[in-house]
């Protein structure tokens, strides 16, 4: 800061934070506060209490020395330098007084060695003296910035009684305070003492060497930040890479799928071929027939024109021949209908399975290089493990360094084999055991017996392959929060519910028309909205997601999308009531695809709708009569799955929307629905579908095969009175709206 502008902001650092006026005798407590000697004598006696000051700023508390006498507190000098300093400043305004006559003068001038003040009167008495012939004196209007540097530097007086013309000379190294002359005779006799400016210059090479030693520190960042860079463009180079790679090896895939579908095309074609010969063929035949048949019934009918009943009696060979091939056709019936060849395509389910949940390969990174003989795996607890839970795999590193051995644990990967299949599982965490082991948790897929192998950089490491016995899964209620009520915590029909990178759980309330964030062991964090129609309010909030720093909220019968700030603060909304593009019709579900566009489930519409976060409309889903009620609509992988709430069943599409399966149906049993259903994906890439009516919360694979289920009606712990909906925290926890119990539970 330039010595202007400290200047004019000088009123800032002259007031005492007490009284709020000018320092007079500024103080200055250990804790390095400074105020007012008489604001810190009217405090300590306000408080009754003879021998103690509690510091106004921070309230931190100090036995006062000398028997209760402040005046024992260092002065501030700094702050007297600027109070020095002050009248500089208001010279233009209120002019500035005399140190001899005291009477104000806006034409005054500064005795740098008499350190004070002169009007223009006194000043021609002052450079009168003969003693002062040597005196540094210059008018204020004269004034440029190195003469106020002078004037903060002016020589420190001593503030002990009676030394108050004394200059400070020494430091007193054994009371480390600065003192006169006078001081280190009287006072501090037999104290190591050293020149105040030698003291000043030692410390002033140990300020200048930190901060040398900062700049280092800054320069050796900064460095670190230029290395980061080039890392970032090295990431980025090798991601093109390896999409250029995915490419390929995808266009391969393609390829050859081409090659196949061209194949049957041609066999085909030549069926095609050789069938509409042999139809031709028949054509002709019968063509040549009724030709032969046409000829004959012209020749009959002559007959019988001409002829008169005597005739007609008598024998007639033709004639014979027309009523015994008549009689034959008779006996015959239908035996000349023709066959026509049918075309089916029988497509290899199989391999659709094996692309769709095995994928063409699979993206792997590694930080550092580890050696697979360093490490070793053992199985712990995948015995009875669950399927889409925790799997536990216990890895040894002999590598003591904690973070590089967090780094080589990063291209540790499982491969569970089930039969024939394989299933790469889903790392999810590390945890460090304090023993040299680290724990690394994984998701599960098949049951079974399976052959799990641990693998560090593509080879097996010490221990690997082991046997595991992967049970169905089953779920536990672990918590459980909320109950009625409308105050901050409490829960009126919670709907809707999302979780963001840091496991804050967003829930959004339809009965009191508003959001709660929540931490992920149930501590309400923070509310907002209220019921309304002006922005930011709610009337009915249903689907909720969170995307980056900011959380989507569908408000049902407002008809409306809004967009709030992570702290709940409103941004934006988009909707209206209405059946064209951009409009919507009591939408309830919401949530984000993989492009960072909205998906809204527009129930009265009967459409999918896909929205850009500023609420532009990009298309829908959805042809007359696809849905009875859309309710909420995910992607998952290349997949829309939505949930039809009029349907009662689950339909899938591709990611351009057309249709390609559906499951469920009305009812009760496994894989059936009743009522409302809403769905999530969980980390084991199953469908948690929340059968409301049925107070269950289903489990399928995205095929539609179901996996288990969990939850009947009641009250108590696991159990459910309308589950709305579900999210996953990062430790694979499922959280649940318990709508018509008013709460939220979570279960592991």
Same mark, same amino acid.
């Given at each position: 800061?330039?010595?202007?502008?400290?200047?004019?902001?000088?009123?800032?650092?002259?007031?005492?934070?007490?009284?709020?006026?000018?320092?007079?005798?500024?103080?200055?407590?250990?804790?390095?506060?400074?105020?007012?000697?008489?604001?810190?004598?009217?405090?300590?006696?306000?408080?009754?209490?003879?021998?103690?000051?509690?510091?106004?700023?921070?309230?931190?508390?100090?036995?006062?020395?000398?028997?209760?006498?402040?005046?024992?507190?260092?002065?501030?000098?700094?702050? @007297?330098?600027?109070?020095?300093?002050?009248?500089?400043?208001?010279?233009?305004?209120?002019?500035?007084?005399?140190?001899?006559?005291?009477?104000?003068?806006?034409?005054?001038?500064?005795?740098?060695?008499?350190?004070?003040?002169?009007?223009?009167?006194?000043?021609?008495?002052? @450079?009168?003296?003969?003693?002062?012939?040597?005196?540094?004196?210059?008018?204020?209007?004269?004034?440029?910035?190195?003469?106020?540097?002078?004037?903060?530097?002016?020589?420190?007086?001593?503030?002990?009684?009676?030394?108050?013309?004394?200059?400070?000379?020494?430091?007193?190294?054994?009371?480390?305070?600065?003192?006169?002359?006078?001081?280190?005779?009287?006072?501090?006799?037999?104290?190591?003492?050293?020149?105040?400016?030698?003291?000043?210059?030692?410390?002033?090479?140990?300020?200048?060497?930190?901060?040398?030693?900062?700049?280092?520190?800054?320069?050796?960042?900064?460095?670190?930040?230029?290395?980061?860079?080039?890392?970032?463009?090295?990431?980025?180079?090798?991601?093109?890479?390896?999409?250029?790679?995915?490419?390929?090896?995808?266009?391969?895939?393609?390829?050859?799928?081409?090659?196949?579908?061209?194949?049957?095309?041609?066999?085909?074609?030549?069926?095609?071929?050789?069938?509409?010969?042999?139809?031709?063929?028949?054509?002709?035949?019968?063509?040549?027939?009724?030709?032969?048949?046409?000829?004959?019934?012209?020749?009959?009918?002559?007959?019988?024109?001409?002829?008169?009943?005597?005739?007609?009696?008598?024998?007639?060979?033709?004639?014979?021949?027309?009523?015994?091939?008549?009689?034959?056709?008779?006996?015959?019936?239908?035996?000349?209908?023709?066959?026509?060849?049918?075309?089916?395509?029988?497509?290899?389910?199989?391999?659709?399975?094996?692309?769709?949940?095995?994928?063409?390969?699979?993206?792997?990174?590694?930080?550092?290089?580890?050696?697979?003989?360093?490490?070793?795996?053992?199985?712990?607890?995948?015995?009875?493990?669950?399927?889409?839970?925790?799997?536990?795999?216990?890895?040894?590193?002999?590598?003591?360094?904690?973070?590089?051995?967090?780094?080589?644990?990063?291209?540790?990967?499982?491969?569970?084999?089930?039969?024939?299949?394989?299933?790469?599982?889903?790392?999810?965490?590390?945890?460090?055991?304090?023993?040299?082991?680290?724990?690394?948790?994984?998701?599960?897929?098949?049951?079974?017996?399976?052959?799990?192998?641990?693998?560090?950089?593509?080879?097996?490491?010490?221990?690997?392959?082991?046997?595991?016995?992967?049970?169905?899964?089953?779920?536990?209620?672990?918590?459980?929060?909320?109950?009625?009520?409308?105050?901050?915590?409490?829960?009126?029909?919670?709907?809707?519910?999302?979780?963001?990178?840091?496991?804050?759980?967003?829930?959004?309330?339809?009965?009191?028309?508003?959001?709660?964030?929540?931490?992920?062991?149930?501590?309400?964090?923070?509310?907002?909205?209220?019921?309304?129609?002006?922005?930011?309010?709610? @009337?009915?909030?249903?689907?909720?997601?969170?995307?980056?720093?900011?959380?989507?909220?569908?408000?049902?019968?407002?008809?409306?999308?809004?967009?709030?700030?992570?702290?709940?603060?409103?941004?934006?909304?988009?909707?209206?009531?209405?059946?064209?593009?951009?409009?919507?019709?009591?939408?309830?579900?919401?949530?984000?695809?993989?492009?960072?566009?909205?998906?809204?489930?527009?129930?009265?519409?009967?459409?999918?709708?896909?929205?850009?976060?500023?609420?532009?409309?990009?298309?829908?889903?959805?042809?007359?009569?696809?849905?009875?009620?859309?309710?909420?609509?995910?992607?998952?992988?290349?997949?829309?799955?939505?949930?039809?709430?009029?349907?009662?069943?689950?339909?899938?599409?591709?990611?351009?929307?057309?249709?390609?399966?559906?499951?469920?149906?009305?009812?009760?049993?496994?894989?059936?629905?009743?009522?409302?259903? @809403?769905?999530?994906?969980?980390?084991?890439?199953?469908?948690?579908?929340?059968?409301?009516?049925?107070?269950?919360?289903?489990?399928?694979?995205?095929?539609?095969?179901?996996?288990?289920?969990?939850?009947?009606?009641?009250?108590?712990?696991?159990?459910?009175?309308?589950?709305?909906?579900?999210?996953?925290?990062?430790?694979?926890?499922?959280?649940?709206?318990?709508?018509?119990?008013?709460?939220?539970?979570?279960?592991?």
């Amino acid at each position: 800061m330039d010595i202007k502008t400290f200047l004019d902001n000088i009123h800032e650092h002259v007031c005492c934070p007490v009284c709020m006026t000018r320092f007079t005798n500024p103080k200055q407590l250990p804790c390095l506060h400074s105020f007012c000697l008489h604001c810190l004598q009217r405090i300590q006696q306000t408080s009754g209490i003879r021998d103690t000051i509690s510091c106004p700023e921070c309230r931190r508390n100090f036995r006062i020395p000398g028997n209760g006498d402040f005046n024992v507190f260092p002065t501030n000098f700094r702050i @007297n330098s600027l109070l020095d300093a002050l009248p500089v400043t208001e010279c233009n305004t209120s002019g500035i007084k005399c140190g001899n006559c005291e009477k104000a003068s806006g034409e005054s001038a500064y005795c740098f060695t008499c350190c004070s003040f002169w009007c223009d009167h006194c000043l021609r008495l002052h @450079n009168g003296l003969r003693s002062n012939k040597e005196h540094h004196v210059l008018a204020l209007r004269d004034f440029r910035d190195e003469d106020f540097e002078e004037i903060l530097k002016q020589p420190t007086l001593c503030g002990k009684k009676g030394h108050e013309k004394k200059e400070l000379e020494f430091f007193c190294q054994v009371c480390e305070i600065t003192i006169c002359n006078a001081c280190a005779l009287l006072e501090h006799e037999g104290h190591a003492k050293i020149l105040l400016e030698d003291a000043a210059n030692e410390r002033n090479s140990r300020v200048k060497a930190a901060i040398e030693s900062k700049k280092r520190r800054a320069l050796e960042k900064m460095t670190r930040v230029a290395k980061i860079d080039e890392n970032c463009i090295s990431i980025q180079e090798r991601a093109a890479r390896v999409k250029s790679d995915v490419q390929q090896f995808a266009e391969r895939f393609i390829a050859a799928i081409e090659a196949q579908k061209n194949h049957i095309f041609d066999e085909v074609e030549n069926k095609v071929r050789e069938s509409l010969q042999l139809l031709g063929e028949q054509r002709h035949e019968i063509e040549e027939d009724v030709k032969m048949q046409e000829t004959e019934i012209e020749k009959t009918e002559m007959i019988l024109k001409r002829s008169t009943n005597a005739q007609l009696m008598q024998p007639h060979e033709f004639l014979e021949k027309i009523v015994q091939e008549k009689a034959e056709e008779e006996d015959s019936g239908n035996c000349d209908i023709e066959h026509v060849t049918a075309f089916v395509f029988k497509g290899n389910e199989k391999l659709y399975d094996d692309l769709k949940f095995q994928h063409i390969g699979c993206f792997e990174s590694f930080t550092t290089k580890t050696i697979p003989k360093d490490s070793s795996a053992e199985g712990k607890g995948t015995r009875e493990g669950t399927v889409g839970l925790k799997a536990e795999i216990v890895v040894t590193t002999r590598n003591t360094q904690k973070e590089q051995c967090y780094q080589e644990l990063d291209c540790v990967t499982l491969e569970m084999r089930n039969g024939e299949g394989r299933d790469s599982a889903i790392k999810t965490q590390i945890q460090d055991n304090k023993d040299g082991t680290y724990k690394i948790n994984y998701f599960a897929k098949e049951t079974g017996t399976c052959q799990a192998s641990v693998k560090v950089n593509g080879e097996h490491v010490r221990g690997s392959p082991f046997e595991v016995q992967v049970k169905r899964r089953q779920f536990r209620p672990v918590l459980s929060f909320g109950q009625r009520g409308s105050d901050a915590g409490m829960l009126s029909s919670p709907w809707g519910v999302a979780v963001n990178d840091k496991d804050e759980i967003a829930v959004s309330e339809s009965g009191n028309h508003r959001v709660q964030i929540f931490a992920s062991n149930g501590t309400h964090l923070k509310s907002f909205g209220k019921k309304g129609n002006q922005q930011g309010d709610f @009337n009915f909030p249903a689907g909720i997601a969170f995307h980056n720093d900011k959380i989507i909220v569908v408000d049902t019968i407002n008809h409306r999308v809004q967009l709030f700030s992570d702290e709940g603060h409103y941004l934006n909304q988009f909707g209206g009531e209405g059946s064209r593009d951009h409009q919507l019709q009591f939408p309830y579900g919401l949530s984000i695809d993989s492009g960072g566009n909205i998906i809204v489930g527009d129930k009265n519409n009967k459409l999918i709708k896909f929205f850009s976060l500023d609420g532009r409309f990009l298309r829908s889903v959805g042809t007359e009569g696809s849905f009875i009620f859309p309710l909420r609509c995910i992607q998952q992988e290349n997949y829309l799955i939505v949930s039809d709430y009029g349907g009662h069943c689950i339909k899938v599409f591709n990611r351009e929307g057309k249709f390609l399966y559906k499951f469920g149906n009305k009812g009760k049993g496994d894989g059936e629905f009743e009522n409302r259903s @809403n769905l999530s994906v969980d980390r084991a890439g199953h469908l948690l579908v929340c059968d409301s009516a049925n107070h269950r919360v289903q489990v399928f694979k995205l095929s539609g095969e179901f996996v288990t289920k969990f939850g009947e009606k009641g009250a108590g712990a696991g159990e459910f009175n309308v589950p709305f909906s579900t999210a996953v925290l990062s430790d694979g926890k499922i959280i649940v709206t318990d709508y018509y119990n008013h709460r939220v539970q979570i279960f592991e």
